[in-house]
């Protein structure tokens, strides 16, 4: 079992910045990638990042320049370094674990972030 807790959400205005932080704990080497997605009222969960043990990050066009993924090993811990927010990134963002080999992914319980002025 690996358990997700996620911190840092809030409400900011748009132009600002935060940072969400994602502490894993349990079987954490079984995961090979740590990431972000998304959900917005009335939409499908989306990518926003994802981070591979072997250094590869993925993100989705529309935080491209904007958000920033990064891991510190040490610590178990991903971060998401969100800036120039803009009210569309409002939604509630899950921090995600995927398991080698399985398939299997674990979800944080969510943190809220609002964009709005």
């Known amino acids: 079992q690996v358990q997700l807790v996620e911190s840092g959400g809030g409400l900011v205005q748009p132009g600002g910045s935060l940072r969400l932080s994602c502490a894993a704990s349990?079987?954490?080497?079984?995961?090979?990638?740590m990431g972000w997605y998304r959900q917005a009222p009335g939409k499908q969960r989306e990518l926003v990042a994802t981070s591979t043990n072997g250094g590869s990050r993925n993100y989705a066009d529309s935080v491209k320049g904007r958000f920033t993924i990064s891991r510190d090993n040490a610590k178990n811990t991903v971060y998401l370094q969100m800036n120039s927010l803009k009210p569309e990134d409002t939604a509630v963002y899950y921090c995600s674990g995927s398991v080698y080999g399985t398939g299997y992914v674990y979800w944080g319980q969510g943190t809220q972030v609002t964009v709005s002025s």
């Open positions: 349990g079987k954490v080497p079984s995961l090979y990638a």
